[in-house]
């Protein structure tokens, strides 16, 4: 940029597309360290508790917190947060900016410890709404009370990690918030290694875990702050003007944000009333789905929301437009073959995690029945992060509630209506048929407030690499039928295989696009790492 003028908006866009890029690529490898964390978590919880009694419980117990955390902390207050904080930034206002950060830590601390210690007190209610159908069993109903009780105080830590997030990554920094996760596993894992015999069961210092996990996740996030010059202990006022702001948004966008988990615990209600282990084939089930949607969809759409909000408050909406397309296509190009390849290996993956210890091969097959209907969403799961992205981006909290509230009474039915001719699986096909139709309302929404055509450029792209990933969902259809592969293969064979086919996949995806769609495979170049100094 010469004389003080302006880049060219194609040149502006893509690097735009780059800093996107680049700032994915943190949050992607911070969340695989994690993801790897979380399945090793995974398998050792399975083969302490399996899935059944006592899974039931935890699982139910930690789905309260958890959801408290997707909705208030990570799927309100982020998104919220983000924007605001930018546009201080973005003014050259940076005092308001770290004062309005230190206002807001000391404001929800006194919030969160409210709320954990209500968590606590209701707990008995709270587990009678969101699993009615334990009261039936003897003894189920008393443990996940017990359980509920021990984990709601992670709310307080996660509440603060959130916080974080949106501080940090408002300021570009991206890699601590993303470590977080993974220190959730190292406690959930370093406790149930020491402390799994030492209790009446393995489930109670499961529950410990997740406090020690939360814990680190927050003292993780403090010397990052510290160093980037807001130090939440520093003297701040309890309030700042840009926290109205936070507030007007937050409540709405607790549903907006957080749709697939509201979906999730509307499964994992009606699961209750079906047979012993429903919840837990559900849980395990969906950990899979969010291996992918983790490590790429909700990494994209994290790395996204600075650069979506920086625009939006600039009113640079074609430069915004594009930044929206290339992370749709971003999310797609990896989302559907991951789709496919989940679909056509759930049983071996699902054998080779977890069928050991007290998950044996019929939680493995009724697991994969789930497993089955939630990979068919897998890719609406991740579209929708960045739809959602782009309104909060323009500080639109209302359109993405009406959206979420369609989707859910649909989500609802849909369940209602397949849960008896299909178990849990139809209770996880209605989920995802509910982000189907939430994406397909909110891009609609979206190009109607933008006034841009959205969808013609990644649409055409999500065909093409539909079509890829269904060639690659054959040929290795094919090579599970050549291999054999079931419950009885030994893990050292089947882990060959199971790696032999995921590569197989990869490569058949990859030249199936530079074969069919070479020009479209090139415009990934920022995505694929390619010319970085351009």
């Keep these: 940029m010469r004389g003080g003028g302006r880049l060219?908006?194609?040149?502006?866009?893509?690097?735009?597309?780059?800093?996107?890029?680049?700032?994915?690529?943190?949050?992607?490898a911070a969340t695989l360290a994690s993801r790897v964390l979380g399945l090793v978590r995974d398998v050792l919880v399975a083969y302490f508790i399996g899935a059944g009694f006592f899974s039931d419980a935890f699982f139910t117990a930690f789905r309260i917190p958890n959801l408290l955390r997707r909705l208030f902390a990570e799927g309100s207050l982020t998104v919220s947060f983000v924007p605001v904080f930018v546009e201080y930034l973005a003014a050259g206002d940076r005092r308001s900016a770290e004062d309005m950060a230190r206002s807001a830590f000391r404001l929800l601390t006194l919030i969160l410890l409210a709320v954990a210690a209500l968590g606590i007190l209701c707990a008995p209610l709270l587990v009678r709404l969101i699993a009615p159908g334990f009261l039936d069993v003897p003894g189920k109903f008393a443990l996940t009370v017990t359980l509920t009780r021990l984990v709601f105080p992670y709310i307080l830590f996660i509440g603060l990690v959130a916080l974080s997030m949106g501080v940090l990554n408002g300021m570009g920094h991206f890699a601590a918030p993303a470590l977080a996760p993974a220190l959730l596993n190292v406690?959930?894992?370093?406790?149930?290694?020491?402390?799994?015999?030492?209790?009446?069961?393995?489930?109670?210092?499961?529950?410990?875990g997740v406090l020690v996990g939360g814990a680190l996740q927050l003292a993780l996030q403090v010397p990052v702050l510290v160093k980037k010059g807001v130090s939440p202990w520093k003297r701040a006022p309890l309030y700042h003007p840009g926290l109205k702001k936070v507030a007007l948004r937050m409540l709405p966008a607790m549903l907006g944000a957080a749709v697939y988990q509201i979906n999730i615990v509307i499964g994992n209600l009606l699961a209750s009333l079906l047979s012993e282990g429903a919840i837990s084939y559900?849980?395990?089930?969906?950990?899979?789905?969010?291996?992918?949607?983790g490590l790429f969809g909700i990494a994209i759409?994290?790395?996204?929301?600075?650069?979506?909000?920086?625009?939006?408050?600039?009113?640079?909406?074609?430069?915004?437009?594009?930044?929206?397309?290339?992370?749709?296509?971003?999310?797609?190009?990896?989302?559907?073959?991951?789709?496919?390849?989940?679909?056509?290996?759930?049983?071996?993956?699902?054998?080779?995690?977890?069928?050991?210890?007290?998950?044996?091969?019929?939680?493995?097959?009724?697991?994969a029945?789930?497993?089955?209907?939630?990979?068919?969403?897998?890719?609406?799961?991740?579209?929708?992060?960045?739809?959602?992205?782009?309104?909060?981006?323009?500080?639109?909290?209302?359109?993405?509630?009406?959206?979420?509230?369609?989707?859910?009474?649909?989500?609802?039915?849909?369940?209602l209506a397949l849960m008896g001719p299909m178990?849990?699986?139809?209770?996880?096909?209605?989920?995802?048929?509910?982000?189907?139709?939430?994406?397909?309302?909110?891009?609609?929404?979206l190009g109607n407030r933008l006034n841009l055509p959205l969808g013609r450029g990644w649409l055409s792209f999500c065909a093409k690499a539909a079509l890829c990933s269904a060639v690659m969902g054959a040929v290795v259809w094919w090579l599970t039928r050549m291999l054999g592969a079931d419950a009885e293969t030994r893990f050292v064979v089947l882990l060959g295989d199971v790696t032999a086919m995921i590569v197989c996949g990869v490569v058949v995806y990859a030249a199936a696009f530079r074969l069919f769609f070479p020009g479209d495979l090139r415009a990934m170049t920022p995505f694929l790492g390619r010319n970085r100094g351009a």
């Design 423 to 445: 178990g849990h699986g139809g209770l996880a096909l209605a989920t995802s048929l509910a982000s189907m139709v939430n994406l397909m309302l909110l891009t609609k929404a």
């Design 8 to 28: 060219p908006a194609d040149m502006s866009s893509q690097q735009e597309n780059y800093r996107v890029t680049r700032a994915a690529g943190v949050v992607g």
């Design 282 to 293: 559900l849980y395990y089930a969906d950990r899979l789905v969010q291996f992918p949607l």
């Design 187 to 208: 406690g959930i894992i370093g406790c149930l290694v020491v402390f799994a015999t030492r209790f009446s069961s393995p489930v109670f210092a499961l529950a410990g």
């Design 301 to 367: 759409a994290t790395a996204v929301l600075p650069s979506l909000s920086k625009q939006a408050a600039q009113g640079r909406k074609r430069q915004l437009a594009d930044t929206f397309a290339y992370a749709m296509k971003s999310v797609s190009f990896i989302t559907l073959p991951a789709m496919a390849g989940l679909i056509v290996l759930r049983e071996p993956i699902l054998t080779l995690i977890f069928q050991r210890g007290a998950f044996g091969p019929e939680s493995v097959r009724l697991t």
């Design 369 to 415: 029945s789930a497993l089955l209907y939630y990979s068919v969403g897998l890719w609406a799961f991740s579209a929708v992060r960045i739809v959602v992205s782009v309104f909060y981006a323009f500080q639109d909290t209302a359109t993405p509630v009406k959206m979420a509230i369609i989707s859910i009474v649909f989500n609802l039915a849909a369940a």
